[in-house]
């Protein structure tokens, strides 16, 4: 793809089970690309299309995408303080979009996720760090590092616990194929 050429990247979210569990998608055309993530904590289907919104912004940065823009069918999203802000910051341009043009990033949405965990907790490490506030004095600060750090211990904490169980099952599965071979 050229320098000159515009990447477009559609974004959506959609709510499950009355609202209370939220998907975000993602689909870049231009790599004929789908990522499809299941959101671990989030109020309503505006906070997830703001996911959605930062999810793409952290998916351009990635892989160093340059002139590019993210088209989102959710209107305050689109124009939420934060988002508006870390997209000047990295230079991507976002506009709204009817629902009726976005249906392939909506379909994308309700289907099954394509992304882990670990990508929810890099997406919410990101959208933490995006929307703290500029001006924090030094207490402030560190309470906030200190809080990072928390979050930071619990997840490898977790991706350990993950990591050990995958051990344990893959060690069942080794002794099931040794039966068999006996």
Same mark, same amino acid.
């Given at each position: *793809?050229?320098?000159?050429? %515009?990447?477009?990247?559609?974004?959506?979210? +959609?709510?499950?089970?009355?609202? &209370?569990?939220?998907?975000?998608?993602?689909?870049?055309?231009?790599?004929?690309?789908?990522?499809? /993530?299941?959101?671990?904590?989030?109020?309503?289907?505006?906070? $997830?299309?703001?996911?959605?919104?930062?999810?793409?912004?952290? #998916?351009?940065?990635? #892989? =160093? #995408?340059?002139? &590019?823009?993210?088209?989102?069918?959710?209107? +305050?999203?689109? =124009?939420?303080?934060?988002? @508006?802000?870390? +997209?000047?910051?990295?230079?991507?341009?976002?506009?709204? !979009?009817? %629902?009726?043009?976005?249906?392939? $990033?909506?379909?994308?949405?309700?289907?099954?996720? &394509?992304?882990?965990? %670990?990508?929810? =907790?890099?997406?919410?490490?990101?959208?933490?760090?995006?929307? %703290?506030?500029?001006? *924090?004095?030094?207490? +402030?600060?560190?309470?906030?590092?200190?809080?990072?750090?928390? @979050? /930071?211990?619990?997840?490898?904490?977790?991706?350990?616990?993950?990591?050990? @169980? /995958?051990?344990?099952?893959?060690?069942?599965? *080794?002794?099931?194929?040794?039966?068999?071979? !006996?």
């Amino acid at each position: *793809m050229s320098e000159k050429t %515009r990447r477009i990247i559609y974004v959506d979210a +959609s709510g499950q089970e009355n609202n &209370t569990k939220f998907k975000i998608s993602i689909f870049d055309p231009d790599r004929k690309l789908t990522h499809t /993530l299941k959101l671990a904590e989030c109020a309503n289907n505006s906070e $997830a299309e703001r996911y959605a919104i930062f999810y793409a912004l952290f #998916y351009i940065k990635k #892989y =160093n #995408y340059k002139n &590019t823009h993210i088209l989102c069918d959710n209107i +305050s999203a689109v =124009n939420d303080k934060y988002i @508006q802000k870390t +997209s000047k910051e990295l230079e991507i341009t976002i506009s709204w !979009i009817p %629902r009726e043009i976005n249906l392939v $990033a909506d379909k994308i949405s309700k289907s099954e996720p &394509t992304l882990k965990e %670990r990508d929810w =907790n890099i997406l919410k490490l990101f959208v933490d760090l995006s929307t %703290r506030e500029e001006q *924090m004095d030094n207490g +402030s600060q560190n309470i906030y590092i200190e809080d990072l750090t928390k @979050q /930071l211990a619990k997840a490898k904490t977790k991706i350990t616990e993950q990591t050990k @169980q /995958l051990k344990v099952k893959d060690n069942q599965i *080794m002794q099931l194929k040794k039966q068999k071979q !006996i």
